[in-house]
């Protein structure tokens, strides 16, 4: 992950490199808000072809299963999740994806579950995971407060009742989080707890603005 100093201060964006070129390009489209474009690379792709992006690098597997489950058939999706699944990772991305495929196919109860351990595995590392994170949550959430459509979806009260409490703790994330970032992008000074505060300029040291002020160690003996 880098900044990308070719643009001002005021409109910096993080630039995420995953090592799939194919993978990264599919992450700019999205940023660009380019989805047909993605769709079109999606479609280009074959079952080797995603082994071998998801077999390379963890962060290239996970971005690719986001694109696939957007558009590409269930069974390639389904190939990608179990892929996933091999590799020991414990990212939120994971358990959101297979939640949100358990949705898709119908599986309320396997989804809600899914989602509340999503939530209980940190912050995901994709805004799209962010993205589908909270708008799920607020579904059972509000399906909580309706008796009759929690039965009709033979949810039980107490899920939808952590479901909630999940949705108090990421919704106050989503709020500060930029959705047109591919990576988790949010505003703040303190990671966990999100807010509209800026660095102000007596933060910075006088090199151009471009280092934090150093602590009461300097390495190497320089100011």
């Known amino acids: 992950m880098s900044l990308d100093d070719r643009r001002s201060?005021?409109?910096?964006?993080v630039t995420l490199t995953l090592g799939v070129g194919i993978v990264d390009e599919m992450v700019r489209l999205r940023t660009d808000s380019r989805l047909q474009d993605i769709v079109t690379v999606v479609a280009s792709l074959?079952?080797?072809?995603?082994?071998?992006?998801?077999?390379?690098h963890t962060g290239a597997a996970v971005a690719t299963?986001?694109?696939?489950?957007r558009t590409a058939p269930a069974s390639l999706v389904d190939a990608a999740i179990a892929a996933l699944d091999a590799r020991p990772v414990r990212f939120a991305d994971v358990a959101l994806i297979r939640a949100e495929r358990a949705a898709r196919?119908?599986?309320?109860?396997?989804?809600?579950?899914?989602?509340v351990a999503a939530a209980d595995r940190g912050l995901p590392m994709f805004s799209y995971g962010m993205n589908y994170l909270?708008?799920?949550?607020?579904f059972y959430a509000m399906t909580g407060h309706s008796t009759a459509q929690g039965r009709a979806l033979n949810l039980p009260a107490s899920d939808l009742a952590t479901a909630s409490s999940a949705l108090e703790r990421?919704?106050?994330?989503?709020?500060?989080?930029?959705f047109d970032e591919?990576?988790?992008?949010?505003?703040?000074l303190d990671p966990e707890a999100p807010d509209n505060e800026t660095l102000a300029p007596s933060d910075f040291s006088t090199s151009d603005g471009m280092a934090l002020t150093p602590g009461e160690e300097t390495p190497h003996g320089t100011e």
């Open 134 to 138: 909270i708008d799920r949550l607020r």
């Open 182 to 188: 591919a990576v988790l992008t949010y505003t703040g």
């Open 105 to 115: 196919d119908g599986r309320y109860a396997d989804a809600l579950l899914g989602f």
């Open 65 to 69: 299963t986001y694109a696939l489950l």
């Open 170 to 178: 990421y919704q106050r994330f989503a709020l500060f989080t930029d």
């Open 9 to 13: 201060a005021a409109a910096a964006r």
């Open 46 to 56: 074959s079952r080797d072809d995603i082994d071998r992006y998801i077999a390379q």
